[in-house]
């Protein structure tokens, strides 16, 4: 599925091949597209803040929630969704690794954006044997009519690429994986619709390619397709948000240097996709987890 090539190396050769900095909006265009970008600290707090895609690129302050996870317990941790609550300011959820175990984390923010003591901090513990796996990620769709469904992916530390679905009763159940894909550094989701779900990827080789989950085949499969055959490696972790009617925003994180760079993709399907570098972010980036905030309904027409 994924071509291993003659890599460049260094993020800053990789942000002056995929093209030239983005001109400035002119007056009565649309506004520029953001990513909410979360992450947890080494004491345990969870972090919010907003990357505008401008000429330049700019960066909110930090918000910060004390006191989410214990200091130095999370592995590894899903998009988290941030919606309006009843009787709070927002209600948050996700889902994280801690030790061995796979755990739902849910809590509700005041106004000030600290935990609302009503509802603090729940983490749900899920099922064990979890030690072994590189990253998590949940897909939630929903739209205005309600959820309509719920999955869960992870890879391995071999390689393979697993899938659950969230059941009514509450539980997940497992519906296969996929092996192969031990190359891969990253996966971020970027598509979402009733019949696929779909991820950008890179790998230690630089490829940079988009993986196909068809909904409702069992045992999983996927499909690959080439985006970019070098340049990519540099970036430890991937990070996508919607950018327009049928693109993203991309958010690389260069773990050798605490830095990252910001990509708007036009819709992902071959090497002909559109990509436009828009510049290192303000800030060091250096925190032991990132990954994005999402809203309720979310969108992802990526690819």
Known sequence: MFRKTIALTGAAALAVTL????????????????????????????????????????VSAVQSVPGVFPAGSVKHISTFRDVPAPQAARARSGLVVMGDALYETTYNLKDNGQVDPAKPVVNRRVGGGWSNFRWIERSVEQ?????????????DTAGTFERWNLESNGGWRDTGGVGGLS????????????????????????????????????????????????TWQVFEQLIATPCGP??????????????????????VGSTETVIKSLGKVPGTFNDPHYFRWAPEIDNLTGE
């Open 19 to 58: 093209g030239a900095t983005a001109v400035p909006a002119q007056a009565g265009t649309t506004a520029a597209c953001t990513l909410d970008l979360g992450s947890v600290t080494t004491a345990g707090a969870q972090t919010t803040r907003t990357i505008t895609a401008g000429a330049p690129i700019s």
């Open 143 to 155: 739209k205005v009519s309600g959820p309509t469904r719920t999955t869960l992916f992870a890879q």
């Open 183 to 230: 190359t891969v550094k990253s996966m971020t989701l970027i598509g979402r619709d009733d019949f696929y779900e779909s991820f950008l990827t890179n790998t230690r080789a630089g490829a940079l390619s988009v993986v196909l989950v068809p909904v409702g085949t069992y045992p999983m499969e996927t499909y690959g397709r080439t985006v970019r055959s070098s």
């Open 246 to 267: 049928d693109g993203s925003l991309v958010l690389g994180i260069d773990r050798d240097t605490n830095s990252a760079y910001l990509y708007q993709f036009g819709h």
